[in-house]
């Protein structure tokens, strides 16, 4: 079974660097996409970063600039460094990949992970 593993979450202050790992297990098939997002309380969960098997990535606007995401195909992970961290960024972060099955796409998810800017 396909599962994800997330780590690197915690508090930090006002302009601070954060990094977020995200390891991938259980995949025989090839992976399309991997990718994080996040959900702060009160809101919906929203598209933070991604990036391709090709290499091609996408950002939020919001973090344009300040999030780098990288991904590592042999090892089938994707972290997101964060940097000049806001305290509007804090929410739970969730790991997805997007995995190719015969023709069919497959997205699994990871637990979470929180992520608290705070001073």
């Known amino acids: 079974q396909v599962r994800l593993a997330e780590s690197g979450g915690g508090l930090v202050q006002p302009g601070g660097s954060l990094t977020l790992s995200c390891a991938a297990s259980g995949i025989a098939y090839g992976i399309k996409t991997m990718g994080w997002y996040r959900q702060a309380p009160g809101a919906q969960r929203e598209l933070v970063a991604s990036i391709t098997a090709g290499g091609s990535t996408n950002y939020a606007d919001s973090v344009k600039g300040r999030f780098t995401i990288s991904g590592d195909n042999a090892k089938n992970t994707a972290d997101l460094q964060m940097n000049s961290l806001r305290p509007e960024d804090t929410a739970v972060y969730y790991c997805?990949?997007?995995?190719?099955?015969?023709?069919?796409?497959?997205?699994?998810w990871g637990q979470g992970t929180q992520v608290t800017v705070s001073s």
């Open positions: 997805n990949t997007e995995i190719t099955v015969g023709i069919h796409s497959v997205n699994v």
